[in-house]
């Protein structure tokens, strides 16, 4: 098609299509309904014109190897916009002002609102949008939010049929008790988000704080022992130094013990004071070395054997040790968590589903193979059981290396959990119950924080390991994934892929739905329609590439499909309490604002590991249960007791 | 567009409720074609333009090319 061909409709010939649908036996009504239709008809057709006569564009700048300015795409797009606003405002002025009686009865009839999405657009700040539909296939959205006094704002969002934004109205304080009748406030208010949470900071106490913290009740037992063994040592010094005195030696500062732990050694040092002044004592006294001996034993035996000192003196090295122990246990653990890791090493933690069926459920699954997408969802978000994940990083080695990962649509990104095995490949982990993972081919020891941070560091390099058959040691290739067993693992939000063109000469800069053939899929059908259009007007036009109205209606319907998917996963996903992310090839994850006609994908602000590690993470306990108890209805597990184990989940929240 | 909204009927409705109602309608009308009318120009105009634009870089291009 060529400038020249661009066939815009008159002022006339439409007044003719009206004068020849309109019959002049209408009543008003009928009338107004005809005109309300033709005028759609003709908005309708100036967008077509315009959409065919910037796709005839398209394609002579694709031959040409240029490219159609944004600037003009966008003035024809705000064009199409003027026109639907002009067709509303027709609409408004010829609908008839209902009597009294009827608006009465309009309103008493007020009807639930038709929710097809809850969503986000970074061009309402702060607001939820929620997507409604009416019977006439019109898309409306209301984007809400609060102010900072708390109290309901928000705006009116018409739709344009290619789902981009068309008139946008500021919504009233009236108009919230009409949302409200129509479930549209009730779906705003009942959105769950991520519970707040205070990071902990790892710190490794000393022994002392260790004990105070941790053996605040053994403390406690420990200290009234020593009194009471003080208090009985006092009563047998005061024998000590009576026998002492008969030799004419005091032994001074006898009560003065500096402290719990101190005391043991203070004793210590006086008996071997003791032992020492006998000594002197006995020699000047003319005894025997034998004699001697005898006697310091004497004494040494009345301080050690009589007051229980050394009883005193293994239980306080045994508190401290254990202090001590459990000071680097708790440093180690909460080192060990998922938030720490990722904010040491700078990765995000993902935990992968499938989306295909077969490989998501397979006989080691401890789920029933019609166990949905959103029960696993529902599964991880209310019972947080024990499962596998990896660490990604964003963006890549210098040596161009991406961090892999199990499987590459979709996931969830993990703000929280306990990272209890950490490997630089495929652990092959199975699950066995819900807070039980196996692995296979591992040690069982406990591993460093130096392990977790190796199985970290890994980025997508495959590499040789040693898999344990039948008791022989045979070397294998690893995967490019690592992976990571965590036990009570918090959601942060959840993830789907999407495309970008590599290719530095094609790059569009734009984001496309799941990857990149989405871009290349669009393409295709926008050839395809160019040349159906063309051989329409031209029937002695042959494309280089064969085309027919059945093929392209075939690949239009799966370009469809697939966006439509990916929109009601998104959908899904955020009605369950996911905020929503996308994540390219490299691993970058950026907030998700909603999803366009043409596969592209509208993205907001890049997150980092960060981010991730310190925000609000897993479900508030109320959410969790209604999601645990939904799965428990459905009876998804395959072993009753894993339903029992779930079951208990649930009850003790 | 006058013409086509005279020759209405309107079942029993006066002459004068008739006459009003055709007026509002025949004003609403004429207002929407006016507008889609402007818009059509518009739209016209920035079609236009982007293929003159494809020509002048294809244009320049070939100059470009002559030029080497």
Redo the contacts between chains.
Sequence with gaps: MDKEQIQIKSKESQAEEIEKNISPEKTAEETREEMIATSEKEVAGFENEGEKGLQAAEQKAEVDGFEVGVEDKTALKELDQKAEVAQGELEREITPNELPEKEKDVESKIEKANIVGITKDRNFPGSVIIKTENAEGRMMGYAIRKDSQGNLEGNEIRYMKDGSIGPVYQLHESSFAKLREQGVLEAYENIPTMKDRSAQVPELLDKKEASKKFLAEEREKLAQEILAERKRRREKMQTLKSELEKTGKIIENLDDAAGDSQYGKLSEMQSEEASATAEAFLSENGMDQQEAEDEKDNLEQLIENSDGLETIKQKLEAHYTKADSLAREKFESIQRSVEQTALRSGVFFVHTIQENERFRHNELSNVSSNTTYKDDASILLALEPTISASSVFSGRSEDGKVSGLWSDASGFLLGGGDIRYASRNDLDSKSEGIKKRIVTNTREEKQSIEDIDTAVSKRGEMEAVYVEHNGVKVQEMGTVYNEFIIDNPKVFGYYQSVGVVEDKLFADGKHWVGDESTKYKYQELSRMKGDLDRIKSDPDYYPITPVSQESYDEKLSDFQKKITEYKKRFEEMFSMGNPLYVMDPDRNVYEYLGVNDDGTVNIGRQLTPEDVATGKAGLPVEKRKELGNNILKKAVFKEGKTAKEAEEIIENL | ?AK?FL???????DKFV?DL?VD??Q???E???E???N??K???E?????????DQ??LE?IRKKLQK
């Design positions: 567009m086509l020759c209405f009927q309107f079942r029993g409705a008739k109602i509002k309608y004003i609403a009308w207002k929407f074609q507008k889609m009318n818009l059509r518009k739209q016209k920035v079609l236009t333009r982007i293929f003159e634009k494809l870089q294809k291009a």
